[in-house]
């Protein structure tokens, strides 16, 4: 499974971003996506995920704020990110597994203004 993201950017606080992550390969083994970020310093942190199943889970600090989503015939995974704050800054990986491995995409940037 290979994974591609893109959509990343510089906004001003309080504006919007939409990520999205395109899976390639044996997307029929796929389970879980996710969304994380990684701020300089900092571990890299779960920002969204959703099951096969279509179950959704986020922390607290962008619930309310941003939407996943995904189009599994289309293998596309969808971050919405509205109310931007300067603390969202960070680099965007997408990630993928199925019943044997983990995988990642490359980063995308995501810059907010204050």
């Known amino acids: 499974v290979q994974l591609q993201a893109s959509g990343g950017g510089l906004v001003q606080a309080g504006g919007s971003l939409r990520l999205s992550c395109t899976a390639s390969?044996?997307?029929?083994?796929?389970?879980?996506m996710r969304w994380y970020r990684q701020a300089p310093g900092n571990q890299r942190e779960l920002v969204a995920g959703?099951?096969?199943?279509?179950?959704?889970n986020y922390p607290d600090s962008v619930k309310g704020r941003f939407t996943i989503s995904r189009d599994s015939a289309k293998s596309t995974l969808t971050l919405q990110m509205n109310s931007l704050k300067p603390e969202d800054t960070a680099v965007y990986f997408c990630?993928?597994?199925?019943?044997?491995?983990?995988?990642w995409g490359q980063g995308t940037q995501v810059t907010v203004s204050s």
């Open positions: 390969g044996s997307i029929f083994r796929i389970n879980d």
């Open positions: 990630n993928a597994n199925d019943r044997v491995q983990n995988y």
């Open positions: 959703i099951t096969r199943d279509g179950r959704i």
